[in-house]
């Protein structure tokens, strides 16, 4: 095997010395140059800017006109189910006014035999206890219950 050898180094060429105000020069060409393509990205980032400006007043207006018509189909079934629901309680009501009927209420009466009392009584209740408040230890435990006393 070969082991690679390394070249010595040349030392770097020296340049002539620049004239005194060749710096200035140099800078002001780059300053130059820099404004020159600034100036001609200055329309194409103007023109780009309100074409994503139009581009999201576009997307604002076709959201909110989206948002309009579902709420405008919310509001269609909303009427539809309380349409249905207004005619199912006429329907009920009906229904309850047939089976409320006095004559009705009578001919199922008299074929259970039944008939009205001959004595009216009155039933006196008694009152209802009153428990205490818990205190002491018991009180944590009313935090556990959801009974109503």
């Given at each position: 095997?070969?082991?690679?050898?390394?070249?010595?180094?040349?030392?770097?060429?020296?340049?002539?010395?620049?004239?005194?105000?060749?710096?200035?020069?140099?800078?002001?060409?780059?300053?130059?140059?820099?404004?020159?393509r600034?100036?001609?990205?200055?329309?194409?980032?103007?023109?780009?800017?309100?074409?994503?400006l139009?581009?999201?007043?576009?997307?604002?207006?076709?959201?909110l006109?989206?948002a309009?018509?579902?709420?405008?189909?919310k509001?269609?079934?909303?009427?539809?189910?309380?349409?249905a629901?207004?005619?199912?309680?006429?329907?009920?009501?009906?229904?309850?006014?047939?089976?409320?009927?006095?004559e009705?209420l009578?001919?199922?009466?008299?074929?259970?035999?039944?008939?009205?009392?001959?004595?009216?009584?009155?039933?006196?209740?008694?009152?209802?206890?009153?428990?205490?408040?818990?205190s002491?230890?018991?009180?944590?435990?009313?935090?556990?219950t959801?009974?109503?006393?």
């Amino acid at each position: 095997m070969i082991a690679p050898e390394l070249l010595p180094q040349e030392p770097a060429p020296r340049r002539a010395p620049q004239p005194r105000g060749a710096d200035r020069a140099r800078h002001a060409t780059r300053r130059r140059t820099r404004r020159k393509r600034l100036r001609l990205q200055r329309p194409v980032f103007v023109v780009l800017s309100l074409a994503t400006l139009a581009m999201m007043m576009m997307l604002v207006y076709v959201q909110l006109t989206a948002a309009v018509t579902s709420t405008t189909y919310k509001l269609a079934q909303a009427h539809r189910e309380r349409a249905a629901l207004l005619a199912d309680s006429l329907q009920n009501d009906e229904t309850i006014a047939q089976l409320q009927a006095p004559e009705r209420l009578a001919a199922i009466a008299g074929t259970l035999r039944m008939h009205d009392p001959r004595v009216y009584a009155v039933v006196r209740l008694p009152e209802p206890k009153v428990h205490p408040k818990p205190s002491g230890l018991a009180f944590f435990g009313t935090w556990f219950t959801t009974t109503e006393r």
